[in-house]
């Protein structure tokens, strides 16, 4: 016995022994590529010495004697801090993420290859001016330099993932820079999901209820669709939920609901108590570690810039130079068509045109899988663009038979100059040559938000396409394809796009809120990012009459729900303070003290408190309860709260409340006890996840920010590395928006927000100020990793100075290249 005790401990001893061996082994090799910002490096491609000075936030402020030399350095700083995600994303947009990931992204590889986009941004590069080549081929050298310095230097494959992957790390190309801009439209797009919604919506409903549930933002609009079932014969309807595609955290296809939000506002001298123009900008996205955002200044021969990139990308995407200061949100813009081609019966490689059938554009595409055969597709074009699969966004549900679907879409472009326009809206030195700049801009379609000195102006860029009169769902369903009128007929002109400049009362401002009210086709879109932001905005610059930084940045930060002001005082008139009181501890008091508790809350979703869970969680069942019934399964695509939706129905616009009714019961239920209904089963699913009683609930808990590694962040261990989880305040429909995630098991999950923000005041520029929500560094074992994500979360902010010598102040490494010795 003592023999063998002596052999378990020994063996226990040796588990123990080797356990940290290899822990401390896999600790060394991932600490190896933590960069180093000190030191001086001999690179090749620059033509003289570069300087990158981190501050004492890891922001890299980038010197050159050339503008070229600059972005080198720039291309160098980001491969430094994010290899991987460069890495990641232009695998994505290639089509290539399966020859690391395996069988799980193929779908998003096979989608990616079929619209072709990084064929179209080889094409694009020579469509660029020569300075922004250039500008792209230096950045390039930059990146490769950081892959070059990594392998002689033994600097640990470049970021700890690499180890786990081992993919051969290939060298940075202009056109990959390109790509990821194109990439983001995908990120950005809506239009494509919300037509294939609304058809299947139409064939199960009448049009009335369609306007009802998918409504027009407020002002005049279309008061009809046609009828999908006329348009496209044939097509079944289905209660089905639709079938997503290209699912998962690598996923750039997020859906409707995800498509993008942001903010950006600015005042005129007269309305700056200082006497300088302001600018605020928060751009959202999904929420990632680390974030998509990299802080970076650039000392360009037009002179310094400072402010949001995207590695990747080589330029400022929402900044300020010392005469101009530019932010960006989402215009959209109606940028794409779902068109139906007919086949050819007597050979389905062909498709109907206006002219008669053609033989489809056709070639195939060979997708390499780790662990597993390679899977080859066959890819279409038509005249309308890339045919798209039935299980591709569940087209099959809404395409009939003997035809296909085709996607119109203004990013599939072969000579897009929308990196061209970016660089010259970073070079331009006041906001009419930032205007006109936009010009070139292709794709994605953007509101650009622009201050100089004594000017202010929010122009729409990107291309509008051009639609007939005649065409027969004015773009908002899937059309037929060979029809001339429902083709486009190119693009419209610039001075199309939407544009205010200078206004009388001296503020501008966008919340992805409806832009113009113009007749179709110059109408811009029919579906919009905000109908209720924006009211909170108008009131909190309506309310002062000059601003300073410090306002600007309470709205930025503002968290009070102006939907939620104006929707429980409507869903709950027959509730507050009725019935007779209940005893302690019985459903009944629960309800009471619920509605108590919200009767007294001003709307503010803070994540102190358990107002803001109370309403959103008796929203959320409210809206199941109206339109579950009439949709069935595919009532949860509706994940999020349709606040128009829920006044239509508790106002009986046009006979809406029509929808309180349950179909399948024999009574007819009113409103008001639907309303009951909804917070008794938000009250019950609240105290079976949360416990307690309802005073005890805080809606940081369940509102909590998910920046999430996209890779590892599912992997056990790991996961508690690489994941920055924080409680936020905020939510669907306040200023500082933190979209929720809509579906369980963390339906409140935050997920989609304001990963950069930037305040930007010209009556003194280096007291502007920004953030983004994790760190600099996308290295896990770094403390650059997430040091500025609890600064963003309790709304901070960093300086955004382009002061040299405050950059070497507190500097955290100055990192020197120099040219390489022939």
Partial sequence: ??????????????????????????????????????????????????????????????????????????GYAHAQDRLWQMTVLRRTVQGRLSELFGARTLKIDELMRRLDLYGLAQKSVAAQDPQTRAALEAYSRGVNAWIQTVNTEARGRGAPEFFLFRPEVAYWQPADSIALVKLMGVRLSSHLDAEVLRARVSLLLEPGRVMDLLPDAPGPGLAALPDYAELAPGVVPSSAPIARYAEGPLSP?????????????????????????????????????????????????????????????????????????????????????VFLEQLNPDNPEEYRTPDGFRPFETRRSIIKVADAEPVTITLRWTENGPVLPGTHYDLASITPPGHVASLGWTLLNGADTSMSAAMRVMRSQNVDEAIEAGRFFVAPSLNLTLVDEDNIALQMIGAMPRRSAANQSQGRLPQPGWKEENRWQGWLNYAANPSFKDPEGGILGNTNNKLVDRPFPLHVSFDWGDTQRIQRWKRLMETRKVHTRESFIEAQLDTVSFTARSLLPLVGKDLWFTGEPAPAGSPERRRQRALELLAGWNGEMNEHLPEPLIYAAWMRFLQRDLIEDDLGPLAREFSHVEPLFIERVFRDIDGASVWCDIRQSAAQETCTEIARKSLDEALLY?????????ESLRWGQAHQAWHDHPVLG????????????????????????????????????????????????????????????TGQSGHPLSRHYDDLGELWRRGEYIPMSLDPDLARAAAVGITDLVPKAE
């Avoid at 409707?256 to 600015?266: E, F, P, Q, R």
């Avoid at 302001?278 to 929420?287: E, I, K, R, T």
């Fill in 1 to 74: 016995m003592p023999n063998l005790f002596r052999w378990l401990l020994r063996i226990f001893t040796a588990v123990v022994v080797l356990a940290g061996l290899g822990l401390g082994g896999a600790y060394y090799l991932a600490a190896r590529s933590l960069p180093e910002y000190s030191g001086t490096h001999e690179v090749e491609g620059l033509s003289a010495p570069v300087e990158i000075v981190r501050d004492h936030t890891s922001v890299p402020h980038i010197f050159g004697k050339t503008d070229e030399d600059v972005f080198f350095g720039l």
């Fill in 686 to 694: 609240l105290s079976e996840t949360y416990g307690g009683s309802l």
């Fill in 714 to 773: 599912e992997t056990p261990l790991l996961k508690w590395i690489v994941n920055i989880r924080q409680p936020t305040s905020g939510g669907d429909n306040t200023l500082n928006r933190g979209l929720t995630k809509g579906t369980d098991p963390f339906p409140f999950a935050n997920v989609h927000g304001a990963g950069y923000r930037g305040v930007y005041d010209f009556a003194d520029p280096d007291s502007s100020v920004f953030i983004i929500s």
């Fill in 253 to 337: 296809f997020l859906g409707a609901d995800l498509a993008g939000a942001s903010n950006a506002w600015a005042a005129a001298p007269k309305r700056s108590a200082a006497g300088g123009t302001l600018l605020a900008n928060d751009p959202h996205l999904g929420f990632s570690a680390p974030s998509i955002w990299y802080l970076a200044r650039l000392e360009l021969s037009t002179g310094g810039v400072i402010g949001g990139t995207i590695p990747g990308i080589p330029t400022i995407l929402s900044g300020r130079s010392a005469k101009l200061g530019w932010g960006l949100t989402t215009s959209y813009l109606d940028d794409q068509d």
